[in-house]
């Protein structure tokens, strides 16, 4: 079935908690002003008018502005929205985005910004799952491990295409690595990847602890430590 926001949900939320396996919530190009965590349902959230007209803004929630924490095994594909002013100190990891114990998860032309995390991913969180992130831009979010993207103890993660920008990571708990992408632990592949203007404490571009990683085909550049 199609669950369509605001016309027959006033909220993005609203629909995801009436969503069945297998439906699609379609939201109209509009600002929403929301938090939404993501119930254990295998299901598609699209923004029918892409990105740059559909906002997810959680600002002032103190919470991430999407959140799964439902458990492995439901597929999730989020495809078409801007998810922005995301906080995360509870679970310390994913302002924007996280993914936490859940998966796989699939972002498809998906901006994260403005997000902040405690520790791991300002702007995307991925903390034991599976994820695939295709045309993705995280960009102005701040965290101490992955300013930009924070990835630890993960599956399989694979990124296209993805712009990581003008991200900063400090060392609010610890850590300051690793302001574009932090990785510890998982099988990580990026292609085609851009990581530029980040600024860290230590490692601005891109920071690797453990597991594997494989960078194909992508620009690492103007990135600073200081």
Not at 71 to 78: E, F, I, L
Not at 94 to 120: E, K, N, R
Request: aromatic share 6%; hydrophobic share 35%; glycine share 18%.
């Amino acid at each position: 079935d199609e669950l369509t926001v605001p016309d027959a949900f006033s909220t993005i939320q609203a629909a995801l908690n009436a969503a069945g396996t297998g439906d699609v919530v379609l939201v109209a190009p509009g600002t929403y002003y929301e938090a939404l965590d993501m119930p254990p349902t295998a299901l598609r959230l699209v923004g029918e008018g892409g990105p740059l007209s559909t906002l997810v803004d959680a600002s002032g929630t103190n919470e991430s502005a999407l959140e799964l924490t439902q458990g492995k095994g439901t597929s999730v594909n989020v495809e078409g929205i801007w998810f922005k002013g995301g906080t995360n100190e509870e679970q310390h990891r994913g302002g924007s985005i996280a993914c936490d114990d859940s998966g796989p998860l699939f972002l498809t032309d998906v901006i994260a910004t403005d997000g902040y995390a405690l520790q791991y991913g300002g702007g995307i969180g991925i903390y034991d799952c599976d994820a695939e992130l295709t045309r993705v831009v995280v960009a102005d979010n701040q965290g101490s491990w992955g300013g930009g993207i924070g990835i630890r103890d993960a599956g399989t993660v694979t990124m296209e295409n993805v712009l990581v920008i003008g991200n900063q990571d400090r060392d609010g708990s610890g850590g300051g690595q690793g302001a574009g992408i932090f990785v510890r632990g998982g099988s990580v592949t990026i292609t085609q990847a851009t990581v530029v203007g980040n600024d860290s404490k230590d490692s601005g571009g891109l920071h690797y602890v453990a597991g594997t990683l494989v960078v194909r085909n992508s620009v690492l550049s103007f990135n600073s430590s200081s």
